[in-house]
């Protein structure tokens, strides 16, 4: 079945560095792909998400780039501050033979921001 | 505006005991439903999904099942909780447009722990 890997599975930085995540995505038919953030405790929300259409979008201080011929995706997060600590998740979406969309989730990623 | 509303917050059940949690969304209709498990420091596994009244998709063999009822409800159970069913259950919902993928809007979680 559709499988998403997410990596590093945690990652801690100095305050002001970049954060780097990265995913890939088993299922070529896959054109959605959104970032989620999610607080201890608390419900994920989206951060910043790209279609297959698209290679790279950006939003103030956060980044994501798409490689569908190597099926792979990345979040950018530049001049980190410490309440960008929480866990990100990737995911990937895709139509199913019933004509519904399936949303997919990494692992995680544990971000710790160092001040 | 949309809004999803999920319940209870957190539940606390003997083992063998039956499990029964609510998801229902306001403000829109026909909305593509989930439910996911995140256990403890893990990832968002994708547990149901539902495209209609009465549909409902499997993605992993489990102690669980689902069920929609009606349009905007979504109600995961089980007859009899093990153990391993601990963990913090997300409901989803997304709109799809024009056959295009949206974001998916998560509740607030409900924390199940069987003891």
């Known amino acids: 079945g559709e499988n998403v890997e997410q990596h590093p599975s945690t990652l801690s930085v100095q305050e002001g560095d970049s954060a780097v995540i990265k995913c890939t995505y088993s299922d070529s038919a896959s054109n959605y792909f959104p970032w989620y953030k999610q607080e201890l405790g608390k419900r994920p929300q989206l951060i910043i998400d790209i279609r297959s259409n698209v290679g790279e979008k950006k939003d103030q201080r956060i980044a994501v780039t798409l490689n569908k011929t190597a099926k792979h995706f990345s979040l950018h997060i530049t001049e980190t501050q410490p309440e960008d600590s929480a866990v990100y998740f990737c995911?990937?979406?895709?139509?199913?033979?019933?004509?519904?969309?399936?949303?997919?989730f990494g692992s995680g990623t544990r971000l710790l921001v160092r001040p | 505006s949309q809004t999803i509303h999920q319940w209870p917050a957190t539940l606390v059940q003997p083992v063998g005991s039956p499990l029964s949690l609510e998801c229902t969304v306001e403000g829109t209709s026909n909305p593509n439903l989930y439910w996911y498990r995140q256990a403890a420091g893990r990832g968002l596994q994708l547990l149901f999904y539902s495209v209609g009244i009465g549909q409902i998709s499997s993605e992993v063999p489990q102690n669980l099942s689902a069920s929609r009822p009606q349009d905007r409800q979504f109600i995961l159970s089980s007859k009899k909780l093990l153990l391993s069913d601990s963990g913090f259950y997300l409901c989803a919902w997304r709109r799809i447009r024009l056959l295009q993928d949206t974001e998916a809007f998560f509740g607030q979680g409900t924390r199940l722990t069987v003891v």
């Open positions: 995911a990937a979406s895709t139509v199913t033979m019933d004509s519904s969309y399936k949303l997919i």
